[in-house]
């Protein structure tokens, strides 16, 4: 299965999985396994937004920060920018906040609801380069599917 075949598959099983459950941290809990599980990541996590910070929420992998100011590191700045954020090497973004060394890689996914950043769907790989525009446009769409929660 490709990539591409990988993300409609991980986007129905989503839906199922939120059919008919409204609990914020069991729909997350499920989705970042979900996720983690079907591409095999490092790391697979959620960051709800809590006043000005990013408080650590559900997630798959090795212990993590917990708390993430707005604007700092890879995950505060999708939350500030509103916008996905892809990083091909984590040494070379800019104030990178290192909660792991064997992290190389990332994408950040803010989830958005009524026009506000509510949480950030952050994934890190062992890999350098590991995501791409694919992976940006099926955890965008995943995303989205989580907005209702919120």
Not at 27 to 39: C, V
Not at 43 to 53: A, D, M, Q, S
Not at 137 to 143: F, M, R, Y
Request: charged share 20%.
């Amino acid at each position: 299965m490709n990539k591409s075949e990988r993300y409609a598959l991980l986007l129905k099983q989503l839906g199922g999985l939120l059919e008919g459950e409204s609990d914020l941290v069991a729909d997350l809990s499920n989705a970042a396994a979900l996720i983690h599980e079907t591409f095999g990541f490092w790391w697979t996590g959620f960051y709800l937004v809590r006043g000005r910070e990013l408080v650590l929420g559900p997630f798959q992998g090795p212990v993590a920060c917990t708390r993430i100011p707005f604007g700092k590191g890879v995950c505060g700045t999708a939350w500030q920018r509103a916008a996905t954020v892809v990083v091909p090497d984590v040494d070379e973004f800019p104030g990178h906040i290192a909660c792991s060394s064997a992290s190389r890689s990332e994408i950040v996914v803010p989830i958005l609801r009524d026009g506000e950043v509510r949480a950030v769907l952050d994934i890190d790989s062992r890999e350098l380069a590991t995501f791409d525009e694919e992976d940006a446009a099926g955890l965008e769409a995943a995303a989205a599917s989580l907005a209702g929660l919120f």
